[in-house]
């Protein structure tokens, strides 16, 4: 299940975008602070538990889950693209674009991570034991424009994602349907749903 939060009258009826798409029932906290309190705690307990959650998924398992949902993107172009005419108003030549985007880059951070994210053992001067190694800065929150609802979103999200952070992802709200659909095939690519937790609604009413 998708942990979300809702800020705002987004699926009441009222706004403009939940009169193109009907939002299913979500079972979900309404404050953005309890929202941030469990992922600080989701994030907390991957790094209390370092080397079971290395074990677990280690940099091939992540690049495998990110390359499993560029393909669920691909698969899903059609409906993608629909979407992002009927909520943002894009063209379907602007969405193809933007989709192709959003699997560059899933697939271009796969890639790179697979080496940047090797342990890489240092010469010990003295016979000592030196290794290098990078790590996830903790929790994120990424915040991305109406304008470009696939691309940015998915790009930005999964930068974050792949370099080993816990994430709050908040669309545009003029863009929050595209979003919800996008994490579910994150989620069904096999990403942890604790990983990840989606904030919608209004940006001025969640700024304060």
Not at 110 to 118: D, I, P, R, T
Not at 161 to 185: C, D, H, M, R, W
Not at 186 to 199: H, M, Q, T, V
Request: with cysteine.
């Amino acid at each position: 299940m998708i942990r979300i939060a809702l800020i705002g009258d987004i699926g009441s009826g009222k706004t403009h975008v939940s009169r193109k798409f009907n939002y299913p029932v979500f079972n979900a906290d309404n404050e953005v602070s309890k929202l941030y309190n469990k992922s600080r705690k989701c994030y907390n307990k991957f790094k209390k538990n370092f080397p079971k959650y290395i074990t677990k998924f280690p940099i091939e398992k992540k690049a495998e889950i990110f390359l499993k949902f560029a393909n669920l993107i691909e698969d899903n172009t059609n409906d993608i693209i629909e979407i992002c005419a009927k909520e943002s108003g894009k063209s379907i030549k602007n969405s193809i674009a933007e989709i192709r985007e959003a699997i560059d880059f899933c697939r271009y951070y796969s890639k790179e991570a697979l080496n940047l994210f090797q342990t890489q053992t240092l010469k010990g001067p003295t016979g000592e034991l030196n290794q290098y190694r990078m790590v996830g800065k903790g929790l994120s929150f990424v915040v991305s424009p109406w304008n470009f609802p696939v691309a940015i979103f998915i790009g930005q999200t999964v930068a974050a994602l792949i370099t080993g952070n816990v994430v709050i992802t908040k669309p545009a709200e003029q863009s929050s349907f595209a979003a919800y659909y996008i994490i579910k095939l994150l989620l069904k690519a096999g990403l942890p749903s604790n990983a990840i937790a989606l904030l919608l609604g209004d940006g001025a009413s969640i700024g304060k």
